[in-house]
């Protein structure tokens, strides 16, 4: 068959392919992205399910409006407001996943050619998608504390970008967070530029100990111009349910309407049944006390996997402990001659009975292959130290 020539720039997700090898009885998996479904608020979600059908069952189970299911976005618009994001309902459209949010910004955005600064390393999904469009990704440095604003800035001078991504709290795969400093300099710089910056949020509610700095659409306040440049996304699949599919988009009025009509392509709308759900369970209130719990649980997993690639692989791995998400990033020193290859290491993992994800295809540009990602939401305690004592034994 005659394919598409954008297919020419994209391949197949290497963590997908990842799990075609995890079908091994007994091996213990680090390597999804995915929250625990044992963190589920099933009994929540079995009862806004059923008030929906009951109140109005013709909102939930009919075609509804493209742009969301409007008691969702009257819904999401007061969620965000907990966040210190004043939106109107309006100003905001539901999406299948922020994934999709995502792909209406290659659709409205991209054309062939134009260049997208993303961070280095970054969500897998984007790169595929937005060089799906024809996008020429440069990638910026990220370190603890965030992408290097500096480094940052200096990229948005020499390539003047059609916009830039960035993924500012407990990033995927980094588990970064961008510092208040930073997301205050990153809004500077889109009005200094007139730079379009995208901010995907789906982790930043699931922090542990102190909550992180307000999102770069909550500071916009205080940088006057720099709203008009911003699009932010937000998802409830890793502190909800993923099943669900429901991510948002809030953005300037034009290329929400831009948006609307490509989503009307694709997928005419979201299920209104999976919105009427969401939205009679954020009325609910039930939500405060599921992330609460949420919390607890991974950060002490995420304790537990810090300790115990101290204690198992000592100085052949360098670290930072994330305060938040669902991830850690790691790279192998090759200290006292261990492997410093993250593909090898997988590979040699995978024979001891357990896996994680190789960091190169989180690169746009210049893969780092020292680099891993290691995930502690899915493994409980005693999985999470019995997972990393066999990665000590493969190093």
Known sequence: MQFASRLDNVETSAIRELFKLLGKPGIISFAGGFPD?????????KEAANKALDEEP????????????????????????????????????????????LDLLGKTLISPGDKVIVEGPTFLATIQCFRLYGAQLVSAPVDANGVDTDRLEQLIAEHKPKFVYLIPTFGNPSGAMLSLERRKKVLEMAVKHNTVIVEDDPYGDLY?????????????EQMPGSRE??????????????????GWMIAPAELLAKATMCKQFSDAHTSTFAQATAAQYL????????????????AGRAQAMGEAL??????????????????????????????????AFAKKAIDKGVAFVPGAPFFAEKPDLATLRLSFATANVDKIREGIARLGQAL
Not at 38 to 45: I, Q, R, S, T
Not at 232 to 244: F, I, M, R, Y
Not at 283 to 298: C, D, N
């Open 58 to 101: 013709g909102g939930a189970l009919q075609y509804g409006a493209t742009e969301g299911y409007e008691p969702l976005r009257t819904q999401l618009s007061a969620f965000m407001k907990t966040k210190g994001v004043a939106v109107d309902p309006s100003g905001l459209i539901v999406t299948t996943g922020s994934q999709q949010a």
């Open 310 to 343: 101290q204690r198992e692989l000592g100085e052949a791995i360098t670290f930072t402990q994330p305060n938040g998400g669902l991830f850690f990033w790691a790279a192998l020193t090759g200290a006292g001659g261990k492997e410093k290859d993250a593909n």
């Open 283 to 298: 009325k609910s209130g039930r939500m405060p006390a599921t992330l609460a719990h949420v919390r607890e649980v991974y």
């Open 37 to 45: 479904s044992a963190m589920f608020d099933v009994e929540g979600l």
């Open 208 to 220: 542990f100990g102190e909550a992180p700095p307000p999102s770069i659409m909550a500071l916009s």
């Open 229 to 246: 440049l911003l699009v932010h996304c937000g998802s409830l699949s890793k502190v909800l349910s993923p099943g669900l599919r429901i």
